[in-house]
């Protein structure tokens, strides 16, 4: 698989090609992303791994259109997010994508339940509040489907984050530093139901993470720094 040309393959869930970003104006601008040319095949885990400011979730942002680069294409689950206009771009992220950020960000004024059934009922799905039970269910959380962010542990929180990310069955899952605000024991516990979505759905999974152990769990272990990619791991042997 050839990935440094940035020209899709057939099996590509995401191909960057000639991806740039920047931010601010004249002297203030700064190039967040350079020359990013990437390809990820369906259904794999990729580790992203840098020092802050390298650009990693910057790129992720791009990846799931809530960013938009100043020049190259971005394809993602066969759509083209540079053509798209705000509103197409906002149906593509409900039915294509999902994501989990370090800080949760949950809907303070919801219930577990209902920040899962969110996504759904954009989407328009007919069982949403049903399909949000069994996706809380999934992450350990029957019990508390009816309990507001604030009566919840951060653990508690990035599993409802995780099942809302996971409930539209997205062709992308990103993660971005998952488990940054979590003890030990608790990450854990969330990396390995990240994980077990990944896998038993057959989603691509895209973490950005600064732990090389975790990194190489997934198939991929890509290197940014300066708004590149530096280096590229190879296809590795399946281990979750």
Not at 173 to 179: G, I, K, N, Q, S
């Amino acid at each position: 698989m050839q990935d440094i040309s940035g020209l899709p393959f057939a099996g590509a869930a995401v191909a960057l090609s000639g991806v740039n970003l920047s931010l601010g104006r004249g002297a203030t601008r700064v190039h967040i992303l350079r020359d990013i040319n990437l390809n990820i095949g369906r259904g794999q885990a990729v580790g992203l791994l840098g020092p802050s400011g390298s650009g990693k979730s910057t790129l992720l942002m791009v990846m799931t259109g809530l960013e938009r680069p100043d020049g190259g294409s971005v394809m993602v689950a066969g759509e083209a997010l540079h053509q798209l206009d705000e509103d197409a771009l906002a149906r593509f992220r409900g039915r294509n994508t999902g994501i989990v950020f370090q800080g949760f960000h949950l809907i303070p004024t919801m219930t577990a339940l209902e920040n899962v059934a969110v996504p759904l009922e954009l989407a328009g799905v007919d069982d949403a509040l049903a399909r949000a039970a069994g996706e809380l269910t999934a992450v350990g959380l029957g019990g508390r489907l009816h309990h507001y962010p604030a009566e919840l542990s951060g653990g508690e929180q990035q599993r409802v984050a995780l099942a809302r990310a996971l409930a539209p069955d997205p062709a992308i899952l990103v993660a971005d530093e998952p488990t940054g605000n979590l003890d030990e024991a608790t990450g854990s516990e969330i990396i390995e139901l990240l994980f077990r979505g990944h896998r038993q759905r057959g989603t691509t999974l895209v973490l950005v993470t600064h732990d090389m152990a975790l990194a190489a769990r997934c198939d991929r272990v890509l290197q940014m720094h300066s708004g590149r990619i530096e280096s590229r791991g190879g296809k590795r042997p399946m281990r979750h």
